[in-house]
Structure formats: structure tokens, C-alpha cells
């Protein structure tokens, strides 16, 4: 069975405005949009195609910005919750590379590692893929996913089956997403806006 899944990123609050770590427990997932966002992702509504299962990472910033994209009964899914980034999040990379250069530097480099004591990228990657080939591939018909950008880039790098490297050189803009088409173990990346198509 064919589906396709659109995800959308959150829309821009202070959190992603200054580019702290997110995860579990951070002020970044849990930071308001700020009016900016609101009035994008209001302005953005009218563009997203019609549904039937609609999806959202369990943070305050993404369940505030599907509610002003108009789908408010998205539900919230734990397996598309950002990634943990235990002691660093709610920090800005700048404050922790201060502090830990070693650390940022092994984190960066490679995707196994996890320095700050939450999840790694791989880790990250292996669980979104999971829902994909899991969850979304059972459902069927279009799918909407309101999910932090990391869960976004992370959706991306295993439709694309490349390392989860690649997901540091993805760059996915406040209300920006992908879309992927396929089913379990198949699935193509759709280049162009959530509302395409």
C-alpha cells in the first residue's frame, strides 16, 4: 500500500530562533511560537493538502503550530519526538562548545555518538525510520506530521537510505518539510514544499 507522508517543521519561536538543543525536558520544545510564527504558519494553512491521519511531535512549539495550521486534532506521537539531548538541551551550541569542545567535536563527527548523554543521531534516525516503515506505511492514504526539524532531516536520511551523517548537511527552514512516498523499505523523497502536489 502506497502512502504519502508530509512533514512540516515548527513554525519559528525563540527557541529555533536561537538555535538551542531541543529533546526531552528543553526549553526549546517547550518555547511558544513567537508572533512571527503564529502569523506564518496561519499564512502557510491554506497550503497543505487535505489528510486523513495527522500526526505531531509532542512539544508545546509543534502542537502550537499545528493548531495554526488548522489541525488540531493532530495526535501526538512519541516516536517523532525530537532528539534527547540530555545535559545540552536547552542550550546554544556556541555555550556548549565553549564548555566541551572535545564533546561538540565527537558529535559532530560522528553520528553514534551521544557526549551529552541522550539519544544519538543514529539513534535519532533508526526510530523515526521505524515509525516510517512501521506506522505511516500501514496507514496508507496522505499522512501530515508536524515534527521538529530534526525528526524532519532525520525522515529524510532514511528515505535516502545515506548515513546519518547526511543529516547534519540538511537544512529544514521554519514551516519547511519533505514529503515522502512509498511504503516500508521503499520510500522517495519529494522535492518542494509541504503544500506541492
Known amino acids: 500500500m502506497t502512502v504519502r507522508v508530509i512533514f512540516v517543521a515548527p513554525a519559528i519561536g525563540p527557541g ?3 538555535a538551542r538543543f531541543g529533546g526531552e525536558g528543553s526549553v526549546d520544545g517547550s518555547d511558544p511560537l513567537d508572533a512571527a510564527g503564529v502569523r506564518a504558519a496561519r499564512a502557510a494553512a491554506p497550503g497543505l493538502p487535505a489528510t486523513a491521519h495527522r500526526y505531531v511531535s509532542p512539544s508545546a512549539r509543534c502542537r502550537r503550530t499545528a493548531e495554526e495550521l488548522g489541525i488540531p486534532d493532530a495526535v501526538d506521537e512519541p516516536a517523532l519526538r525530537g532528539c534527547a539531548t540530555g545535559r545540552w538541551s536547552g542550550r546554544t551550541l556556541d555555550e556548549v562548545a565553549a564548555e566541551e569542545p572535545r564533546a561538540v567535536m565527537e558529535w559532530l563527527a560522528d553520528p553514534a555518538a551521544a557526549p551529552h548523554g541522550g ?3 543514529r ?3 533508526a526510530r523515526v525510520g521505524a515509525w516510517l516503515d512501521g506506522t505511516a506505511a500501514a496507514l496508507g492514504g496522505r499522512v501530515l506530521v508536524v515534527a521538529e526539524p530534526d525528526v524532519v532531516r532525520a525522515a529524510a536520511v ?8 547526511a543529516l547534519r548537511r540538511l537544512d529544514v527552514p521554519p514551516l519547511g518539510g519533505v514529503e515522502l512516498t512509498g511504503r516500508a523499505d521503499r520510500w522517495n523523497l519529494r522535492l518542494g514544499g509541504p503544500g506541492t502536489g
Open 16 to 18: 529555533l530562533r536561537q
Open 119 to 121: 539519544e544519538s543521531v
Open 123 to 125: 539513534q535519532l534516525c
Open 158 to 165: 532514511h528515505a535516502l537510505g545515506v548515513p546519518g551523517q
